[in-house]
């Protein structure tokens, strides 16, 4: 097995993950590399969730008997464990949503609904990048079309980073809203965050980073970013589907109207108008995802017992590594930055003229996961003129030994097309 300096005891970590021992096609080992789509999830997480539905399941906040003041009392604690792991100044700072797009949604219809000095209107832009995940553009389309406000966007250089020459033209004075991705899913590219917040604080715009790609894969301080607010998800973090974060500045969560109306979130009801619970409650509305929560706060113990540094530290090693080795696949072509510096561990790349589409489906008859299309990021393939990429992506499990297994992979997908 390649030796590479900085790599975690992946032969111990890999046993935390029963997924990875599935034998597919013929026997063969699966080799997972689509953890930009969904993270695999390790037996203590596995084992919280089970214990929290064999145990402790009840809905929470409303009940005085035991199992509902358990389940409060655990659900409550993800949130704070959150907290603790993006270094939040408060927990109440901390919403649970179910994923990261209707996190974006969520602060996408505030500021529709909001009052002066936060309303997006018909005078005012909002401003997002080309390399955006779908989520972090459509609600932002949707809010254009029904305010009238101007959508506006930063486009790409050639090799896969944000063009910012014109900096000060897309983001004025009528900015009301920046809303970025971190590290972007198709491309890796790792966005100068310290230079567009800077910007936007000039004109007084507030700043949403989505860090979906970010939070499962190097130290995430919310304070140190210095946005105001920020969306992650928790299945490509170790934890299950159906839970998300929206962490928002204190001030701004207090001012800003709720999305959805419902039990929880009220503080009392007449016939005649409503009062509303103070945040975050006034933004969960309804029965929240109560297990999935438990599941993401046992994730984040996971992650902080293996250590951020230490993980980033892995992927950076690995990242690398598969650089290397996929530039040495002739015809083949990395969109995005070509080398693994400020870049995130998802790699995408065409193969000469065959089709992605193809070129994933050889790969599985060999056991090797990998994700094809145009990733929820199609104004990235627009930009660069292509139908679709296949990616390859990395976490805390990955292998030297797997990213040899796609390289080989590759090469039995050229000789199959000839």
């Not at 607010?229 to 928002?248: D, E, R, Y």
Request: one cysteine or more; glycine letters at 8%.
């Amino acid at each position: 097995m390649t030796a590479l300096p900085g790599l975690l005891d992946t032969e111990t970590l890999r046993k935390d993950f029963p997924i990875l021992e599935r034998a597919l096609h013929d026997g063969k080992k699966l080799v997972y590399l689509d953890n930009a789509a969904t993270s695999q999830t390790p037996r203590q997480v596995i084992d919280v969730l089970s214990e929290y539905y064999e145990q402790h399941n009840a809905n929470v906040h409303r009940g005085v008997h035991v199992l509902a003041e358990e389940a409060t009392a655990l659900y409550e604690g993800a949130r704070d464990k959150v907290a603790e792991f993006i270094n939040a100044p408060s927990r109440d700072e901390v919403i649970f949503t179910k994923n990261a797009s209707e996190s974006l949604n969520l602060v996408a219809n505030m500021l529709g609904w909001a009052d002066e000095p936060y309303r997006v209107d018909h005078e005012t832009e909002i401003v997002i990048t080309e390399m955006e995940h779908h989520s972090n553009i459509v609600p932002w389309q949707l809010l254009s079309q029904r305010t009238g406000a101007k959508l506006k966007w930063f486009g790409l250089t050639d090799d896969g980073r944000l063009d910012l020459s014109n900096i000060d033209e897309v983001i004025t004075e009528k900015t009301k809203i920046v809303s970025f991705v971190l590290v972007s899913n198709i491309l890796g590219t790792h966005n100068p965050v310290e230079a567009i917040v800077r910007r936007a604080q000039e004109v007084g715009a507030l700043v949403l980073v989505d860090a979906s790609q970010a939070a499962p894969h190097m130290p995430l301080d919310v304070q140190a970013l210095q946005a105001d607010f920020v969306a992650f998800t928790g299945h490509k973090m170790c934890g299950p589907t159906g839970i998300g974060v929206l962490w928002g500045r204190q001030e701004l969560l207090e001012d800003l109207p709720p999305f959805l109306g419902g039990g929880e979130m009220i503080e009392t009801v007449s016939m005649h108008s409503s009062t509303y619970a103070p945040a975050p409650h006034k933004f969960e509305a309804g029965t929240p995802p109560v297990a999935q929560a438990v599941g993401l706060g046992a994730a984040v113990d996971y992650l902080t017992a293996i250590g951020m540094d230490k993980i980033a530290q892995h992927e950076h090693a690995i990242t690398e590594y598969a650089v290397k080795r996929l530039l040495e696949v002739p015809d083949l072509r990395i969109i995005g930055p070509g080398t693994a510096e400020d870049r995130g561990a998802a790699i995408s790349f065409t193969l000469g003229d065959i089709h992605p589409h193809d070129v994933g489906q050889v790969l599985d008859e060999q056991g090797i996961a990998v994700r094809v299309g145009h990733h929820c990021a199609r104004p990235v393939c627009l930009r660069y003129g292509i139908p679709a990429t296949t990616r390859a992506s990395f976490y805390l499990y990955s292998t030297p030994g797997e990213i040899d297994a796609l390289v080989d992979g590759l090469e039995h997908v050229r000789n199959f097309f000839g």
